[in-house]
């Protein structure tokens, strides 16, 4: 301490500017929120949904989908989506649902890649609930929380009108839940919060989902 001081009185003196603390302090990014905090902001849900979705297509009509100030909610199992280019991991043997193809595509045009990218999964557009008219899209921003964790993914994919409740494999996998396709996923509980009017870019980006994920979850907890 005592030659740091020595140092800042003599650049002092030269006319030289010494950052202090307080600077360096406020401008480092703020970090997103705690998944308590997140689902602290969940507890009621104002419905959106025109009736419910199931988690799976042998059970009932259980998961409402929730608006919130700047995002919408839902909290149901996680299935896994392995659609998307074809990897050791996902294919056709690893997952008999398998498709190479998903709704939105990298920024090279390409599919996904389900077991290198998060990403989420919304019902594709019906009666129920439409998933663009709430202000989401492909490559939107979502925070999926799990056994207190939080993970930031993007809306990578579209399934079945009546089913809610999937993400990719890597969400999966990152979230301490089993990502085989065919035997692996979890009855939850899950929540899938995505923020309206957001987008992670380039959508294949984790880091991209994180920073915009983190901005928008913060502005969430402060907002509701």
């Known amino acids: ?22 600077a360096s302090a406020s401008a480092t990014p703020m970090a997103g929120p705690s998944a308590s905090q997140l689902l602290a902001k969940t507890q009621s849900c104002r419905q959106i949904s025109n009736g419910k979705y199931k988690t799976d297509s042998e059970l009932g009509r259980t998961i409402s989908v929730c608006d919130a100030n700047g995002a919408v909610w839902w909290r149901a199992d996680m299935d896994i989506d392995c659609d998307g280019q074809r990897t050791a991991r996902c294919n056709e043997q690893t997952d008999p649902w398998f498709q190479p193809d998903t709704a939105f595509h990298r920024s090279d045009g390409k599919p996904l890649i389900a077991d290198q990218t998060h990403f989420i999964v919304v019902p594709s557009p019906s ?16 925070a999926v929380v799990y056994n207190n964790k939080v993970l930031y993914a993007s809306i990578g994919d579209t399934g079945p009108a009546d089913i809610i409740g ?30 309206k009017n ?20 913060n502005q969430f907890v402060a907002n509701n």
């Open 166 to 195: 999937e993400a990719s494999y890597a969400t999966a996998k990152s979230l301490g839940i089993n990502p085989d396709p065919a035997v692996g996923g979890t009855d939850g509980p899950v929540t899938y919060i995505c923020f």
């Open 198 to 217: 957001s987008k992670v870019s380039p959508i294949e980006s984790n880091s991209a989902a994180t920073s915009a994920g983190e901005s928008r979850a």
């Open 1 to 22: 301490m005592r030659k740091f001081l020595l140092l800042a009185a003599t650049l002092l003196a030269a006319g030289t500017v010494v950052p202090t603390a307080t």
């Open 127 to 142: 009666s129920t609930w439409r998933y663009t008219s709430s202000g989401l899209a492909g490559a939107g921003a979502c």
